[in-house]
């Protein structure tokens, strides 16, 4: 099946900084990409929607100018945390999907976990 | 945006048995896909299963299946002869034809040995 990658798999950074997470679609190309937060034992929270070359689309109550999104190519997508604080801390996935048929599946990456100190 | 319900938040099973997972879900569409994920103590979203609503077979994937009864808006997970690798947390989605993925709670399965 389709491959997503996340790096990196864990980062620590310090309050205040910023930090940027990196989701790729290893051997399809993904028109559009989503990205997700979850808390320890809760369900997938979608962030926003990002579709190549285009504006991301943020969901209601995510601050678009802290987590910056970028999926400037079909493999490739950036989702950047800025001036970090702690309650940023999370684990992050982000998932592809490309044009299978008329399916539209979904593969999610291995997610990114972010702890802000 | 579509509502989906898991009322059990953790469920327990003895290896080689057989449990089932409950979802319901709320949408006014005619068309839509639902789906089961497993997340491991990895946290790796693996898709189990998926049914598309215009088929009225139950989706079965080797010893997954589902009952989906689309007048209830009921889509269960049934995992017959547990096995310990079965061990995670489950979610049911929902999805529009083109539309985002709505994730259930999750219910986490235990098998114990």
């Known amino acids: 099946g389709a491959v997503v990658s996340q790096h990196p798999s864990w980062v620590i950074c310090k309050s205040g900084t910023s930090v940027k997470i990196e989701c790729r679609s290893l051997?399809?190309?993904?028109?559009?990409m989503f990205w997700y937060r979850q808390f320890p034992k809760q369900s997938l929270m979608l962030m926003a929607t990002?579709?190549?070359?285009?504006?991301?689309?943020?969901e209601q109550g995510v601050e678009k100018d802290k987590f910056l999104i970028n999926h400037a190519s079909l493999t490739l997508s950036t989702l950047t945390v800025t001036s970090a604080h702690p309650e940023d801390s999370s684990f992050y996935i982000c998932?592809?999907?490309?044009?299978?048929?008329?399916?539209?599946?979904?593969?999610f990456g291995p997610g990114t976990r972010l702890t802000v100190t | 945006a579509q509502t989906v319900t898991q009322s059990q938040p953790e469920m327990s099973v003895q290896e080689a048995e057989t449990v089932t997972l409950s979802c319901t879900y709320d949408t006014s569409e005619s068309d839509y896909y639902l789906f089961w994920y497993k997340q491991p103590p990895s946290r790796q979203m693996i898709l189990v299963i998926r049914q598309e609503a215009y088929k009225q077979q139950n989706a079965t994937e080797n010893r997954f299946s589902v009952n989906f009864q689309k007048a209830a808006k009921s889509f269960s997970l049934k995992i017959s002869d547990s096995q310990l690798g079965d061990a995670a947390m489950y979610f049911c989605?929902?999805?529009?034809?083109?539309?985002?993925?709505?994730f259930g709670a999750g219910t986490t399965v235990t098998v114990r040995a």
């Open positions: 990002s579709n190549e070359g285009s504006k991301a689309t943020y």
């Open positions: 998932s592809a999907r490309y044009l299978a048929e008329s399916s539209y599946e979904q593969y």
């Open positions: 051997d399809f190309q993904a028109t559009t």
């Open positions: 989605a929902y999805r529009s034809l083109l539309g985002k993925l709505s």
